[in-house]
Nanobody, 124 residues
Framework: QVQLVESGGGSGQVGGSLRLSCAAS????????MGWFRQAPGKEREGVAF???????RYADSVKGRFAISKDNVKNTLYLQMNSLKAEDSAMYYC??????????????????WGQGTQVTVSS
């Protein structure tokens, strides 16, 4: 069975950095589309960053230039490097998988598997 386990969340400061990790089992990160979503209280879950088989990436406009998604095929782990943090980055962050070969429809309903989430709180 596919299992995704996020880690690396916690408290960050405005302008600082955090790196989130997503350890995958029962799924190979070198295949298909993997991504990060986030959801703040009272808000819709939104796509943040995505990466597909050959490491092509896509980002939400709100994080472009600040966040970087990557994966380590040997460790079978997905990462999200979060730089220049803003207070509005505070949310629960989820790792997700679309088992199809390409990242196309970057909406929650497209994704087959989800991690439990890791909380990120950014403050001054």
């Amino acid at each position: 069975q596919v299992q995704l386990v996020e880690s690396g969340g916690g408290s960050g400061q405005v302008g600082g950095s955090l790196r989130l990790s997503c350890a995958a089992s029962g799924y190979t990160v070198s295949v298909g589309c993997m991504g990060w979503f986030r959801q703040a209280p009272g808000k819709e879950r939104e796509g943040v960053a995505f990466i597909e088989r050959y490491s092509q990436t896509r980002y939400a406009d709100s994080v472009k230039g600040r966040f970087a998604i990557s994966k380590d095929n040997v460790k079978n782990t997905l990462y999200l490097q979060m730089n220049s943090l803003k207070a509005e980055d505070s949310a629960m962050y989820y790792c997700a998988v679309d088992a199809r070969s390409r990242c196309y429809l970057l909406i929650p309903a497209r994704f087959d598997y989800w991690g439990q989430g890791t909380q990120v709180t950014v403050s001054s």
